[in-house]
């Protein structure tokens, strides 16, 4: 008897000590924050298209005598919860537009993530206001991207990747890293992959766990329709007025079809709470509720709830791999060779090396290297002269087309890279980059091993011998 009760308390004390391990490890365990930078960059484009809506109709949504009257719905409100609040109701009707310039403006520093911590609160709060102040304008839309947005800004994370904030603490590291003038061949700067923290996985964690509910939820509440049993309940909502977005009523001539749609949405939303957690097929349940809400969103018009629920699925992603997307899988793409002698290249260097999501570019001093150990066709008297670009396939770009490449390469230069598809651009890009290369500052002379990013400087059209001791 001894035995078994001894058994039985090593057991359970073994039991919970395992749970308390899991629940650890499954909320505390650092995680990358490039998913939840990612969430906070979709969630904030679909505020400001939302809030442009708001825009062709404020007053009938937000004044004392438009459609909803806020001593009414604050009266309401209040008897649901006593604490009730919304910033809507202490804004005067004669200042509607500058209110609502200012909750386009925190959006758009939410959207950037730029003092995301601050800037994420503030958006909640605009986000819980509007959707008390405006109910005749709720839907399912509403009720996720608050969700959303209470989780991006009570973990505080938000900001810890994709952000406005991750790039000028970058930059300020890089032209730290700059001011040095390094004998190595790489450029001493860390990368672009953001520290993993614990605030970013609580952030993920609690997306993840609120997709589970709502899909359990939707699929466990449909179990109790007869319509999802016999396979008719896509056909009597798609081919409803009401709701139809496109004519589909073509589906008809299909009716295994209809069943199949039906049945398939139903399985995806009962066993996605469970196998969503299983890695092998995590790729197969995101496609199949991003391929799901694309439907609805096309058939019943519903795109904004679909684009915020495809926004929160991003928290199943592996940062690894969002991070491909964009750097590919081979890396360096290419090798920037650069004069360290000159400090306005440094400083190109040191913004190029802040928007770097993970090394896709190699910087390298050409005055600390033989250049044709590079690329053979590379002479220092040309690299002088321009920035070469060296790419993975061995091809050179040269000045202006250097530095259009690199730009389509960083996500955050990208939009400036279109500039060379406009006529004209790089006949007049090549020639401002060359006259502006022509005229930079150079060093003098070191005595030591590194060089202040503001020394002293010389015109690079010096004599010889003193471009060759710097």
């Known amino acids: 008897m001894r035995r078994l009760v001894i058994g039985t308390y090593d057991y359970l004390r073994e039991l919970a000590a395992s749970a308390a391990r899991g629940w650890n490890r499954f909320f505390f365990t650092p995680a990358d924050p490039t998913p939840l930078g990612l969430i906070r960059v979709v969630v904030g484009l679909i505020l400001l298209w939302n809030y442009s809506v708001y825009a062709l109709d404020l007053h009938n949504y937000f004044a004392s005598d438009g459609w909803s009257d806020p001593t009414i719905i604050q009266n309401g409100w209040r008897d649901l919860h006593r604490y009730a609040w919304s910033l809507w109701f202490y804004v005067p009707d004669d200042m509607l537009w500058p209110a609502w310039c200012v909750c386009m403006g925190v959006f758009t520093l939410f959207t950037l993530g730029l003092w995301s911590r601050v800037i994420a609160f503030a958006a909640w709060a605009i986000v819980i206001s509007t959707a008390r102040r405006a109910p005749v304008a709720q839907f399912g839309f509403d009720q996720i991207i608050s969700g959303w947005m209470l989780y991006l800004a009570f973990c505080g994370a938000s900001g810890q990747a994709v952000s406005l904030d991750r790039f000028l603490a970058r930059w300020k590291e890089s032209r730290a890293a700059a001011s040095r003038k390094h004998k190595e061949v790489r450029f001493k700067i860390t990368s672009g992959v953001p520290e993993p923290s614990t605030a970013a996985n609580i952030g993920l964690r609690l997306i993840q766990l609120h997709l589970c509910l709502i899909y359990a939820a939707a699929g466990l509440s449909k179990l109790q329709g007869g319509a999802w049993w016999n396979g008719t309940a896509i056909w009597s909502t798609i081919a409803a007025r009401e709701f139809q977005y496109y004519d589909v009523t073509w589906l008809a001539r299909y009716p295994i079809l209809i069943n199949l749609m039906t049945h398939i ?115 220092r008297e040309a690299c002088l002269r321009s920035m070469h670009l060296v790419r993975s396939d061995g091809r050179v770009r040269v000045g202006y087309d250097a530095v259009m490449t690199i730009l389509s390469w960083l996500p955050l230069f990208w ?56």
């Open 265 to 379: 949405s139903l399985a995806l939303e009962i066993v996605y709470p469970v196998l969503i957690w299983i890695p092998r097929l995590r790729p197969l349940l995101v496609a199949g509720v991003i391929a799901l809400h694309a439907g609805i969103g096309l058939t019943m018009g519903l795109n904004e709830f679909g684009v915020a629920m495809i926004a929160g699925n991003l928290g199943f992603f592996s940062a690894i791999q969002l991070r491909s997307l964009v750097t590919g899988r081979k890396q360096p793409a290419g090798r920037l060779l650069y004069d360290g002698a000159c400090p306005r290249c440094r400083a190109s260097i040191a913004l190029f090396a802040a928007a770097d999501p993970d090394r896709v570019v190699e910087p390298v001093d050409l005055t600390a290297v033989d250049v044709a150990t590079i690329h053979p066709s590379l002479t």
């Open 415 to 470: 939009p400036a890279s279109l500039a060379r598809f406009v006529p004209g651009a790089g006949f007049v890009g090549r020639r401002v980059y060359q006259k502006i290369a022509d005229s930079r500052p150079r060093d003098v002379a070191c005595t030591d091993d590194s060089c202040a990013i503001h020394a002293p400087s010389a015109s690079l059209k010096e004599p010889a011998a003193s471009k060759t001791r710097s």
